[in-house]
């Protein structure tokens, strides 16, 4: 089959990419170390957490089986929802691969499905490794059995397709009504609109009694909609109407496949014009800033990224009574960063030009990463008058500009060395997924530092940690400019 076909190439693209980015033993051996430090950490997290469930459950208190099941399921839903949203925000839609596609005798249906399969592949992937992380520990410790097991993480598989073809549905049918309005960036308005109808959803269906009760008296709700099959498996039976929960789930699934036939790959996109009143200025360093903030601005993951961490916010400080007040404010700081991520990877092709230019690569690098600050700032203030949040004090202030400034910088190393690939939309997945993994374990570890040495011995720590992240900035940086092409 052609779609096959299709998702055929884009794994090899990825693997190609992951290859490329791999291409040593120390490199593949510090994301390994990665990787580990990041799965001994879920372990020990998941099995804190869910250990008190399962030895309730195993000594006689069925009703605790039915809140870990709705409990993890619901979990697993928010993971695929995440997931779906950073991948439609961070992969471009137009890139040459999907040009070529649309010179070839293909049908929208044939294209959108190639796409389609290893996008669902890899969310499903990710959230079945993190929930498999969390939970495995257990579920070896207490001996609940392989049946057991295998059949909870079987309808966990069905509830992640569920959940993600739902999505999908939302998503392609928006998409197809702002296209045939002829309404410019169709992918920008169907992610904001997934975005607000699952968090409208969220808000109003969460109800804290409904879901304790939910295994005795089943509320239908999307987000854990397939726990009673599985509780049906070991034993239990919730009041609930299997015949409903399948057919939706088979109903849900074809009509999000039905809806690939409408969604076409590529679309007419309209330049934008932000800061088009911004002149270029002579000076190649401060032209080099402009052009970075300019670039960065009008780029739509970015326009997206911004619209959804606004969502996120809002509904932290709306829903839980969140309201970043006091050293709480430095989270714009440090979630404002996320601009710089894909700054590298949009510049790419311009790193030849700037070579033959004579420019040098100190110029390049911190002419744009100020650029790449002054937009966070800008965006900073924007997220401080949007969710009516403000420092409480100039400390405040102080300290959130110092936590963007190094988030910036985080990002923007993390985006050099994972770079997002126009050429293949997988790429995105990857890098985010990298990232994750590194931050966890540093985070983990640099918490721990901190809680157990002196106030003299944080400032020296600290010091150090900021020496080496620009450290890494430069040698990353340099490495790229000058022996990657």
């Not at 961070?90 to 005798?105: A, D, G, N, V, Y």
């Amino acid at each position: 089959m052609k779609s096959f076909e299709i998702s055929k190439i884009m794994l090899k693209m990825w693997q190609k990419e992951i290859h490329k980015l791999l291409n040593t033993g120390t490199k593949k051996g510090l994301a390994i170390l990665c990787l580990l430090l990041a799965i001994s950490m879920g372990a020990i997290i998941g099995y804190s957490f869910t250990g008190i469930f399962l030895s309730l459950f195993l000594n006689g208190d069925v009703h605790s089986l039915g809140l870990f099941v709705v409990a993890m399921f619901m979990n697993t839903s928010i993971f695929t929802f995440v997931f779906f949203i950073l991948f439609k925000v961070r992969t471009p839609e137009h890139h040459s691969f999907s040009m070529q596609l649309s010179w070839l005798p293909l049908t929208v249906f044939q294209r959108s499905l190639g796409y389609y399969i290893p996008f669902a592949g890899a969310v499903a992937s990710l959230v079945l490794f993190i929930i498999f992380i969390l939970l495995i520990p257990n579920f070896i410790a207490s001996g609940v059995g392989i049946r057991f097991v295998f059949s909870f993480f079987v309808i966990l598989f069905v509830q992640i397709i569920f959940f993600f073809s739902l999505l999908n549905l939302v998503y392609n049918l928006v998409y197809f009504i702002i296209l045939k309005f002829g309404f410019p960036l169709q992918k920008f308005f169907s992610i904001f609109a997934v975005v607000v109808l699952a968090t409208f959803y969220g808000i109003t269906f969460f109800n804290i009694t409904k879901i304790q009760h939910a295994y005795l008296t089943f509320d239908y709700n999307m987000t854990y909609f397939t726990a009673p099959l599985f509780l049906f498996l070991n034993g239990q039976k919730p009041d609930v109407s299997y015949l409903i929960v399948i057919l939706v789930l088979i109903g849900t699934v074809v009509a999000s496949f039905l809806s690939l036939n409408f969604v076409p790959i590529l679309t007419e996109k309209k330049a934008s014009k932000l800061f088009s009143f911004i002149k270029m200025p002579y000076s190649k360093p401060l032209s080099l800033m402009v052009k970075e903030i300019k670039s960065q601005a009008r780029n739509e993951e970015n326009i997206l990224n911004f619209i959804f961490l606004l969502l996120v916010l809002c509904f932290l400080k709306y829903r839980f009574q969140i309201s970043f007040s006091g050293e709480s404010y430095l989270v714009l700081g440090g979630v404002t960063g996320m601009v710089a991520f894909n700054s590298f990877g949009n510049d790419q092709r311009m790193m030849p030009v700037y070579r033959a230019l004579h420019l040098k690569m100190t110029t390049v690098l911190w002419s744009k990463y100020f650029g790449l600050c002054t937009l966070g700032i800008l965006q900073l203030c924007l997220f401080s008058l949007l969710t009516s949040t403000f420092p409480e004090s100039l400390l405040v202030f102080l300290k959130t500009l110092v936590v963007l400034l190094n988030s910036i910088a985080v990002f923007y190393l993390a985006g050099i060395i994972f770079p997002l690939d126009r050429n293949n939309p997988y790429m995105g997945i990857f890098s985010f997924g990298m990232l994750f993994l590194i931050l966890i374990p540093l985070f983990f570890i640099g918490n721990y530092v901190v809680s157990e040495i002196t106030k003299q011995g944080l400032l020296l720590f600290i010091s150090l940690l900021e020496i080496l992240l620009f450290l890494l900035l430069y040698v990353g940086f340099k490495w790229r400019y000058y022996y990657d092409y």
